[in-house]
């Protein structure tokens, strides 16, 4: 069965044709990083302007490589929410057009499913239940999946996402757009145990994670030992380096902690790491460490299935359409869609205080 993937859900245009939500006949992402970097983060018209230009020849281009035809696919999966709505509404208004215009089943994929389901292609099938960590630029959740489409979030970002921090934290520093691969390649001559930055405490106990804390640390850190940013991420100081290595070391040691004390308690049969971040090699090997401690196999997807991409909402569509499971034309686009289903106590948990030991 063949799967026709769209994602437009920020700044990548993507689309990608897969068969039987395992195998990858094309992936086609046009990534809008550059338009966006003069702003150091993502201006939401001018994404959704350029996913407008690019959907078209983007979903040909997929098609083309895949060495298929239109009518060769049996359903379109599209990046139903949550997301940019400006971003979110063009491949959702073209999926509904090619999905009609063909009589083929559509799905409506969340954001964040479809990164649980990027680990499908290189890795063995994902052993129930599974502990997912959600690691993104707009994302940061711990997720248990007592079986496959069960979710229930287990812990959460109270403030920023850890990408979100790794992108104001490299801005800080002076450094360019996205932060998260330059933080991570000035980490590596820096040296971690420099500046000690404490990990947020949550005031209610919950395993749930906090980076806004730390980001303040960083400005206070630079403000007190006069550490001014850089002027080019080229030819990097070894102070900076430094404060990319610690920070890159507190972020890591936050949620893999916090993956590592819910698996403990939860005893799931996989680990899941995935989303942007999960690029970052230190994150793996801290994962990996974990994973040999308690004998539980983490999957990754791997580096170009971990940014955002069209092959992973393929897969995500795969699973629903084999369960029989798609949308009518009146789908819209889900700005805050959730992915949580199953019951949970912390449901409707507002934003709590949360307290920072610095
Ligand atoms: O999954 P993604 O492409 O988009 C969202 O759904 O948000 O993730 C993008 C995020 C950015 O914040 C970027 O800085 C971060 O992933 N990122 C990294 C690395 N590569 C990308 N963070 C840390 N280390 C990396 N190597
Ligand atoms: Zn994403």
């Not at 966006?36 to 350029?50: C, D, K, Q, T």
């Amino acid at each position: 069965m063949l799967v026709l993937g769209i994602e437009s859900s920020c700044d990548e245009t993507a689309a990608a044709v897969v068969r039987d939500g395992g195998e990858i006949l094309s992936s086609i992402i046009a990534s809008q990083i550059e338009m966006h970097r003069p702003w150091g983060g993502v201006v939401p018209e001018l994404a959704s302007r350029e996913h407008l230009e690019k959907i078209d020849p983007i979903v040909r281009e997929s098609l083309t490589k895949a060495g298929v035809e239109l009518g060769d696919i049996d359903a379109v999966a599209v990046t139903q929410g949550p997301g940019l709505i400006g971003s979110l509404l063009v491949g959702v208004c073209y999926a509904k057009s090619l999905a009609y215009g063909l009589g083929k089943p559509l799905i409506g994929v969340n954001h964040i499913e479809g990164h649980v389901y990027s680990v499908a292609f290189e890795n063995p099938p994902v052993t129930y239940p599974a502990l997912a960590l959600i690691v993104s630029g707009g994302h940061t959740n711990i997720f248990h999946v007592p079986e496959p489409g069960q979710y229930k979030v287990v812990s959460r970002t109270r403030d920023d996402a850890a990408g979100e921090a790794f992108d104001k934290v490299a801005k800080m520093l002076g450094l360019g757009y996205p932060g998260g691969p330059i933080i991570e390649r000035l980490a590596q001559n820096g040296d971690p145990t420099k500046m000690k930055f404490s990990l947020a405490k949550i005031s209610d106990g919950r395993p749930d994670l906090s980076f806004s804390g730390l980001k303040t640390a960083v400005a206070k850190y630079m403000r007190e030992s006069c550490v001014s940013p850089q002027a080019t991420d080229e030819d990097p100081r070894q102070d900076i380096m430094d404060l990319a290595a610690s920070f890159q070391a507190t972020v890591i040691r936050s949620l893999v902690g916090t993956l590592e004390k819910i698996a403990v308690e939860l005893r799931p049969k996989t680990l899941i790491v995935a989303g942007g971040v999960a690029c970052n090699l230190a994150l793996r090997e801290a994962a990996e460490t974990t994973s040999a401690k308690l004998s539980i196999p983490v999957y990754f997807p791997s580096k170009h299935l971990s940014t955002d991409n069209a092959a992973m909402i393929a897969a995500a569509g795969y699973y629903h359409l084999s369960k029989g499971e798609s949308v009518d034309l009146g789908m819209t686009a889900d700005v805050t869609m959730r992915l949580q289903n199953l019951e949970n106590e912390d449901a409707e948990l507002k934003r709590k205080k949360v307290k920072y030991r610095l």
